[in-house]
């Protein structure tokens, strides 16, 4: 896995690579693979995030969030990335290291998304690993924290054959899909041992 520091622009910012696959930021010229995949995903991941705003699949939304994750990153607050699968240059989910602390805590909090025809493929467990070596050794974080829906099995099962260690219950802990909803939470820490990815 070759870990590169980000530019101060997303323009110019170098790739998180990882087995098979690889994450940047986004850029413009990513809208139409973007908005299609969301769209096709929208079922699928309705269950597990926030409600989309109206105009969320738009080209001018979709600037928008471009302009605020790079003030995130340039402000060492969030570090959004997009997924892409390393042959074809697909993109096929989203994944953000967000919420950055400093200070005594150098912590961050783990987010990602899969589009549905990719599901299930082992890719986000690639990304997970990538993001994680990110974290730790060209961010200087000590901690990544995550949380997900008690009954998200996938998710259960991606962050704890990562390595993530379960360390709580939050209650009415983020508002997902309309409803505030209970939480599992997990973390790793820089000192923890990163599961190997097991052959399939």
């Known amino acids: 896995m070759a870990l590169f520091r980000l ?6 910012a170098n790739f998180v690579r990882g087995e098979g696959i690889y994450l940047r930021p986004g850029e413009m010229r990513d809208y139409e693979s ?3 995949l969301r769209e096709r995903s929208r079922d699928f991941l309705a269950p597990w995030e926030p409600t989309w705003p109206a105009d969320d699949l738009t080209r001018a939304s979709f600037r928008r ?3 605020r994750h790079s003030e995130e990153i340039d402000r060492d607050e969030a570090y959004p990335f997009f997924l892409f699968r390393q042959a074809d240059d697909a993109l096929i989910g989203g994944l953000t290291l967000g919420q950055v ?7 961050a909090t783990l987010g990602y998304w899969m589009g549905e025809p990719h599901a299930g493929k082992g890719y986000m467990s690639r990304a997970v690993r990538a993001a994680i070596g990110f974290a730790f050794a060209t961010l200087r974080l000590h901690r990544v924290e995550a949380a997900c829906l008690p009954h998200n099995s996938a ?3 991606l962050l ?19 409803l505030w909803q209970d939480h ?4 790793l820490v820089e000192t ?3 599961t190997p990815r097991r052959s399939r």
Do not use: H, M, P
């Not at 602390?101 to 912590?107: I, L, N, W």
């Not at 599992?184 to 973390?187: G, S």
């Open 155 to 157: 998710s259960v099962q």
């Open 184 to 187: 599992l939470l997990f973390a």
């Open 101 to 107: 602390r400093r200070g005594v805590a150098q912590a």
């Open 65 to 67: 969030r471009l302009r």
């Open 34 to 36: 973007w908005s299609v």
């Open 7 to 12: 530019g101060s622009s997303t323009d110019n």
């Open 192 to 194: 923890d041992q990163i």
């Open 160 to 178: 704890e054959g990562v390595g993530f260690v379960k360390e709580g219950y939050a209650r009415a802990y983020l508002r997902i899909n309309g």
